[in-house]
């Protein structure tokens, strides 16, 4: 027999509106439609599958306030996190949300539609309260915060739902299981206590003898039990910690453990957030929850200091123990100890002992630089799928953007460069030159400032997918705008895979020298005005201050260049 679900019924929506399906998606596809956001469909999924139980809607004013103020839905039932509907004054006018109506939901992954909302209210909320009674602060360096101030609309609109299909997924289906599928499951292999371990992070060694532990002290099952939905930002993706927690199942004692995926979109909510993880877990049919040391903490905030103490989340757990009804294990931090090759709970070492550890950070860092990774510390299967997600420098992709005048010499320094890469060899070189470019892009643009900046930003866009891939890239256009440089690098930066290095360089070639030796006779007809707006004549050329290399064709020689360029690759172990 499961754990009972929150509130003692499993509101498991998709089952209960099964026989009216086809009905409800016929009256949908007349109604008004709200598209949903990636938070608000891992919301939805939750409700509807019952991971959120009592849940069955989105919460009206009398249940937010009550959450925000007291934990307590209106009823009294212990709920911590709000699950709000955001919606734009505009929507609440066009679509006509009020009191009554009937909106249906749709997925605009591929336009289905999930569900249909009766408005119970539509009403305007305090931002501020709500940073600082459920986040502890109204400070966005907390990414929920964060997402309050600059994502949330401005109403929040309450209903019940009534289903019509879970999202549709296409990674890692058979490891998406709903309440329902998983407690059935449970009851098929006659698990009768089940460990749930909540985790957005890989997994090691240190979590396998944690979980482990935990369970046989209890006669228990473990549930493994990551968090796939939305994480915080600048985690490990999902793919990839699928990969590793599919790896370290086979470390299991046979039969022991067992690997679900749960779509949550996590606030980083702390100790709300912890009581709120385990009344997932005990929707899910799990028996004991671990909770961790700062358990779902989002890090530092603006002043440099912890949203929440270490043990917060431990002590509101079990704060509310009794009513939650699903039995709190707290994390015991694990450290390794050599002389027994073995893991330990810190509190239990016998001091004087001499103990091992590897800080995420640094775990990072080794993997970055192909460090080695000790047996003690993880597992060979989980430390391959890891490398592969973070390939060492040298097979990591960059971008080196030039940038300086016309006839500056960059296109020579960018030629030569790219025979000297592909003499290296062990990456694909890509020369994207501004007469490239021009041509076989941009040929719509002319060179007025917003066209430059297009401009730039398309070199951006392919540079991006090319280092992604692993290419080094080399583009030098002139890129006169230190705002369209400052861009392009954070496209760079951010779509560019965990392998995204970006060197901007300044060939700093004085104009008179790039005039003189300009064989082609721009700057000649820009002087005498038959060309217009040219860069450096009668058009702006903003010299960069940030360049990580200034080079000079008027006083270093193109071999003297690219050796430069070259020590600077080497410096950062590219090459
Ligand atoms: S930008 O500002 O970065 O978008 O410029 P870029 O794409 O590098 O384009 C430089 C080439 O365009 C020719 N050209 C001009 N440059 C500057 N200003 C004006 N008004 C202008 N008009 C045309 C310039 O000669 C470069 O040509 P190539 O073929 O590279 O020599």
């Keep these: 027999i499961n754990n009972a679900p929150h509130g003692g ?19 949908a596809e007349r109604l008004q439609e709200i598209i949903l956001t990636d938070r608000q469909i891992c919301d939805l999924e939750l409700i509807l599958n019952g991971g959120f139980s009592p849940l069955e809607g989105f919460m009206n004013q009398a249940d937010y306030t009550s959450v925000v103020e007291t934990m307590r839905l209106a009823d009294g039932t212990l709920f911590p996190i709000p699950i709000t509907l955001d919606v734009s004054a505009g929507d609440v006018k066009t679509l006509g949300i009020a009191p009554n109506a009937r909106i249906a939901l749709r997925d605009p992954r591929d336009d289905t539609l999930l569900a249909v909302l009766t408005v119970q209210d539509v009403y305007t909320y305090n931002k501020k309260n709500e940073a600082v009674k459920v986040f502890g602060a109204d400070d966005i360096a907390h990414p929920a915060v964060k997402y309050l101030y600059d994502r949330c609309k401005e109403y929040y609109v309450g209903g019940k739902l009534q289903a019509i299909k879970l999202p549709t997924y296409f990674d890692y289906v058979a490891l998406r299981y709903t309440p329902t599928e998983l407690r059935a499951h449970f009851n098929k292999l006659a698990w009768r206590k089940v460990v749930a371990f909540q985790t957005r992070n890989p997994m090691h060694r240190a979590h396998r003898e944690l979980t482990v532990r935990a369970a046989r002290l209890r006669q228990a099952n473990v549930l493994i039990h990551p968090v796939v939905g939305m994480t915080k930002p600048g985690d490990v993706d999902h793919y990839t910690r699928v990969r590793v927690y599919q790896s370290i199942l086979p470390r299991y004692p046979n039969g022991m453990a067992h690997l679900a995926l749960l779509p949550l979109a996590m606030r980083m909510a702390g100790p709300r957030e912890a009581v709120w993880h385990a009344i997932i877990r005990k929707n899910f049919g799990a028996t004991h929850f671990i909770v961790g040391r700062d358990h779902a903490g989002p890090g530092k905030n603006s002043q440099g200091k912890d949203f929440y103490g270490p043990y ?14 699903i039995e709190m294990v707290p994390f015991q931090q694990m450290t390794y100890v050599p002389s027994l090759d073995e893991y330990q709970p810190v509190d239990e070492v016998v001091p004087g002992t001499q103990t091992l550890d590897i800080s995420g950070t640094e775990l990072r860092k080794r993997l970055r630089t192909s460090a080695p990774i000790p047996d003690w510390f993880s597992y060979d299967p989980v430390v391959k799928v890891l490398r592969k997600s973070y390939p060492p420098r040298d097979k990591q992709g960059f971008v080196l953007f030039l940038t300086g005048l016309y006839n ?11 025979t000297v890469l592909n003499q290296q060899g062990g990456r694909s070189v890509s020369l994207l030159l501004g007469e490239t470019v021009r041509s076989e892009l941009s040929s719509d643009l002319g060179f007025s400032r917003d066209d430059r900046h297009t401009n730039i930003q398309r070199i951006a866009f392919v540079s991006a997918e090319l280092t992604r891939a692993g290419a080094a890239v080399i583009a ?37 020298h790039c005039e003189k030796h300009d064989k082609r006779g721009n700057y000649a007809k820009a002087r005498r005005g038959e060309i217009k707006g040219f860069t450096g004549i009668d058009d702006p050329y903003e010299a960069p201050t940030d360049a990580d290399l200034v080079v000079d064709i008027s006083k270093q020689t193109v071999p003297e260049i690219v050796h430069n360029i070259v020590l600077l690759l080497e410096s950062s172990n590219l090459i």
Excluded: C, W
């Excluded at 498991?12 to 998606?25: Q, S, T």
């Excluded at 500056?408 to 790219?418: E, F, M, V, Y």
């Excluded at 930066?493 to 965990?498: A, L, N, V």
């Design 408 to 418: 500056s010499g960059k296109d020579t320094i960018a030629r030569a460069l790219q």
């Design 312 to 325: 917060d989340a431990q002590e509101l757990v079990t704060k509310f123990q009794e009513e939650l009804h």
């Design 476 to 512: 030098a256009p002139i890129a006169p705008y230190a705002d369209s440089r400052k861009a392009a690098k954070e496209t760079i930066m951010s779509t560019g895979g965990s392998g995204a290095n970006f060197f901007l360089i300044y060939v700093a070639t004085p104009l008179e």
């Design 9 to 27: 019924v499993l509101k498991d929506l998709v089952v209960r509106d099964e026989p009216m399906r086809e009905k409800l998606l016929l009256e």
